[in-house]
């Protein structure tokens, strides 16, 4: 903020950050009230629970990043913050850069004790988003683009060779025609977490970030993603160097989009997918899709 600013100005930016904080404090009370509720026993964090953690030791951050929960944009700001000074804008980052293993560091990399120090006393945060809008959105980008084609060839001949019915060829072969209704098919399947885990984009917010065993300092949301921001860059003292770049897109997954694609889903594969997902929608208050055709005991 300039310092020639009015002190009109300096009031409501300190009703901003109040209004925020209360906001915050509240989500973070909610999820500790549900972890409480629904978490059975404490265990102690191992490596593989903290691999999706970017560190910022500049500016004291811990970020979970979640696939599909623009992860993207906060990878590229990241690395304008922790980087040479390559970049000034997180846009002039290829999107592909952003996710190159090694531009940026994640906590499992360090020693136990730093990995503790950092818990300790870094500002931790992370994005989540409605459960289901997600899972439409990782559908949508890794299974209806023709530039997937690494995922059509890893999952998409996998579910095809499973559940379609005498399916050609050329399908078999690409794996590039899923519908939503086999994929959720083998979301729900249980011997497909039998074989292996969930791919990131599909996994759970609360196995990917864990928000009952480590302690963060915000929850944004994707439905706020602009003020939610801000409110992180604020809180780590940035916002004068860098600025959460703003959407641009007019095809994100809505809650109209995601009914659309649940339209041809069962009732039975719709309670089996939010039982699936239940503990992300408890967790993150997000409430039951009217959509949904299956009656909650």
Known sequence: M???????????????????????????????????????????????????????????????????????????????????????????????????????????????????????????????????????????????????????????????RRYRADPQPEALEHGDDVSFEEFVRYLVDPQTQLEEPFNEHWERIHSLCHPCLIHYDVVGRYETLEQDSRYVLQLAGVESQVRFPASGKSTTTSEDMAAQFFRNISPLYQRKLYNLYRMDFLLFNYSAPAYLKFRFS
């Open 2 to 160: 300039p310092l020639s600013c009015p002190p009109c100005c300096f009031i409501h930016l300190q009703l901003e950050l109040s209004t925020a904080q209360m906001i915050h404090q509240a989500r973070r009370e909610l999820l500790e009230e549900m972890c409480r509720s629904y978490t059975r026993k404490r265990r102690v964090l191992i490596p593989e629970d903290i691999k999706h953690l970017i560190v910022d030791d500049q500016h004291g951050l811990l970020y979970c990043y979640v696939p599909k929960v623009a992860c993207t944009n906060w990878k590229r700001v990241l690395m304008v913050l922790t980087g040479d000074g390559r970049y000034s804008d997180p846009l002039d980052i290829p999107a592909n850069e952003a996710h190159v293993p090694g531009n940026l560091r994640t906590l499992s990399e360090y020693t136990t004790a730093e990995i503790n120090h950092r818990l300790r006393n870094y500002l931790k945060f992370v994005f989540v988003r409605e459960p289901f809008e997600r899972l439409v959105s990782a559908y949508r980008n890794k299974f209806t683009r023709n530039y997937n084609t690494a995922f059509h060839k890893r999952y998409g001949t996998k579910i095809i």
